[in-house]
């Protein structure tokens, strides 16, 4: 048992160090952006549902078959398929909080490019209030968008 918790601190050791290189959040704020822009640039709009490589990628929602309402999710995937194209009220229209989480992601990327050209860690950073008052926006939007499709707005139909 001994010998296992100290491979343990060992591994967890080796994290920290890797997560102590300058460069490894940059690269991650990157890796996260681009998987955000690439996903949603892959995936593109037929009518109402969204489509990759010729499929339909859109099915019935689990949650609105289950319970007859809507999810706080609904329109996500096409709030961030619109986002990549530039149709910044469609995306709006179908989700809120998942049109300003893409801006937020592919933003995030941006940082991380720019932190890694110019090789500086802290390069625009967030206050922690500042980010903070993010998250909890996003939050509510997330929830004011769910509030809304229970009470009949539901673009989705």
């Known amino acids: 048992m001994k010998a296992a918790v ?8 080796r994290i920290g160090r890797i997560l102590l290189i300058w460069w490894a959040w940059p690269t991650v704020l990157v890796l996260i952006g ?7 640039w892959v995936c593109y709009p037929v009518g109402n549902d969204v489509h990759v490589f010729g499929m339909d990628l859109m099915g019935e929602c689990e949650f609105r078959e289950l319970y007859g309402e809507p ?11 619109h986002m990549s194209r530039g149709h910044l009220l469609t995306a709006l229209r179908y989700n809120i909080a998942g049109a300003s989480l893409w801006l937020i992601l592919v933003s995030g990327g941006l940082v991380g490019v720019a932190r890694l050209l110019t090789r500086r860690a802290d390069l625009l950073k967030l206050h922690w209030a500042t980010f903070g008052t993010l998250i909890t926006t996003w939050v509510v939007m997330y929830c004011a968008t769910w509030f809304l499709r229970l009470w009949g707005w539901y673009p989705l139909q």
């Open 71 to 81: 999810c706080a999710s609904c329109g996500m995937t096409r709030s961030w398929v």
């Open 34 to 40: 681009a998987i955000a822009l690439g996903l949603s």
């Open 6 to 13: 100290e491979r343990l601190e060992k591994v967890l050791d």
